[in-house]
């Protein structure tokens, strides 16, 4: 059975630093992971999409990489802003386009001004 | 990218009653969609796969006489909570398959309370 696993499950910057979240994952045998934001009481936006034959994807100030063979991947967030607190959810989908995803317990962001 | 839409946004009910809440897809058709719940502070658990035209796909654990889901067109799932009782709060999404590409793209999510 997938587990998904994030790590920190919370965390604390000053605005302007970089930072990296960690999302590991059990079975390597994944189809794409995602990256997913949500804010409080609210639906989840996608933010990245990276599938099992890629390692890394971009996408303005968020970089996500993939190491499929050790079930890691990696979302960097450059220059935070107070903007940028919020949930973020790493998700991995196995077997064909369609299937249901695995997600992780997340990460808590906050950003201080 | 695609959007989903759920239907309503929040709803409050009395202990015993039935509850339904549409996912729509609204620019493109999705043979299957899936529902999540997710209680406070924690993430997204799957409870079903919605399959139009048959039967859903119900994960351990969640009951599907209780978790009533219609896939009744390519563009709308409904789940029915059915005899809600306070341990049925919680926040309910659904997702699909973005038309043609791998991503998963979630509605707003449906917040149920049950006193």
């Known amino acids: 059975k997938q587990e998904v696993t994030q790590i920190p499950a919370a965390l604390s910057v000053p605005e302007g630093e970089n930072l990296v979240l960690n999302c590991s994952f059990t079975?390597?045998?994944?189809?794409?992971l995602q990256w997913f934001r949500q804010d409080p009481g609210k639906g989840l936006t996608s933010l990245l999409l990276?599938?099992?034959?890629?390692r890394e994807q971009t996408s303005g100030r968020l970089n996500a990489s993939l190491d499929k063979s050790s079930g890691r991947s990696t979302l960097y967030i450059a220059a935070s802003q107070p903007g940028d607190s919020a949930t973020y959810l790493c998700a991995v989908s196995v077997g064909s386009a369609g299937n249901m995803l695995t997600f992780g317990g997340g990460t808590r962001l906050m950003v201080k001004p | 990218g695609a959007v989903v839409s759920q239907h309503p946004s929040r709803v409050i009910c009395k202990s015993g009653t039935s509850v339904k809440i549409e996912c729509r897809s609204l620019d493109f058709q999705a043979t299957t969609m899936f529902w999540y719940r997710q209680f406070p502070k924690q993430s997204l658990m799957l409870m079903a796969t919605s399959n139009e035209g048959s039967k859903a796909t119900y994960e351990q654990g969640v009951e599907k006489d209780k978790f009533l889901i219609n896939h009744a067109s390519l563009t709308l799932s409904t789940l029915t909570v059915t005899s809600a009782h306070p341990e049925d709060s919680s926040f309910y999404i659904c997702?699909?398959?973005?038309?043609?590409?791998?991503?998963?793209?979630f509605g707003p999510g449906t917040r149920l309370t049950v006193l």
């Open positions: 079975d390597s045998a994944i189809y794409n």
């Open positions: 997702s699909a398959p973005g038309g043609g590409v791998d991503e998963q793209f």
């Open positions: 990276i599938q099992s034959s890629q």
